[in-house]
């Protein structure tokens, strides 16, 4: 049963494997872009044909997949890496299950802004 599990694996194509990329760790390299390009679009899919929400038309996936793309290249352009670990620590790694890069990106700008207020009278 054991060799038959891993027989099965090895059929399995690379990209059913895409994982999460940090923005501020990711190096432009074809592999890293590849791994961001299959987490959207398995991302996406999730949430718009498995999930709660019943969006699974092709230009809602394209659009989403498109905007996803865009919230990325906008969170590698982030300077706070303790503000961005912990965004991603709420929304990736946590009870809360919003793991998405529109997300990531939306919320480090608002905590960046937090952080450099201070309640006044």
């Not at 999460?20 to 190096?27: G, L, T």
């Not at 679009?41 to 809602?60: F, P, R, S």
């Not at 946590?94 to 998405?100: A, E, I, L, Y």
Request: with cysteine.
């Amino acid at each position: 049963m054991r060799n038959l599990i891993i027989a099965g694996l090895c059929f399995v194509p690379a990209f059913a494997f895409a994982k999460f990329i940090n923005p501020m760790d990711f190096d432009g390299s074809d592999a890293q872009k590849n791994e961001v390009i299959q987490f959207i679009t398995d991302n996406v899919h999730k949430m718009y044909c498995e999930g709660a929400i019943d969006m699974c038309q092709d230009a809602t996936l394209r659009m989403m997949e498109r905007q996803e793309l865009a919230s990325f290249k906008k969170a590698t352009e982030a300077t706070d890496k303790n503000i961005m670990k912990k965004v991603i620590q709420t929304y990736c790694e946590g009870p809360v299950d919003m793991c998405s890069y529109s997300t990531i990106v939306m919320m480090y700008q608002q905590n960046l802004k937090a952080s450099q207020q201070k309640l006044e009278w």
